[in-house]
């Protein structure tokens, strides 16, 4: 097993944002870029959301993360720390995996923004017909 002060790291990414995550056997603090989770993310869904990779391997309040994460809105960052987070924890114990595939936690959402269309308002959306 890994030495007390040793870091497992994971990387994660949703859309435009990458989280860049390190955990560490501990009393189970949350810090990303610097700040408590509950103050830099202010949704509690978002606050909630963070520690489901731990809860689904039953290892909440175990680990101490440490999150930066750039890029993209808040989703996107959560997203994106969720994945890194469930990596690291994939990478710290094998048998984690299994659980952690199972919550969905290892796959990347492909999905991203669809580019801006010439003669076109957005990526789909057309100017206002005027029929005189």
Known sequence: MAKPNDYTWGVGRRKTAVARVRIREGSGK???????????????????RIFEPLRAVQAEGNFDVWANVQGGGTTGQV???????????????????????????LTRD???????????????????????
């Open 110 to 132: 492909s999905r991203m923004v669809e580019r801006k269309k010439p003669g076109r308002k957005k990526a789909r959306r057309s100017f206002q017909f005027s029929k005189r």
């Open 79 to 105: 997203g994106a720390i969720v994945m890194g987070l469930a990596r690291a924890l994939a990478r710290l114990n094998e048998e984690n995996e299994l659980s952690l595939r199972k919550g969905t936690f």
């Open 30 to 48: 949350m810090n990303i870029n610097g700040k408590e989770h509950t103050d830099y993310f202010r949704l509690s869904p978002d606050q909630d």
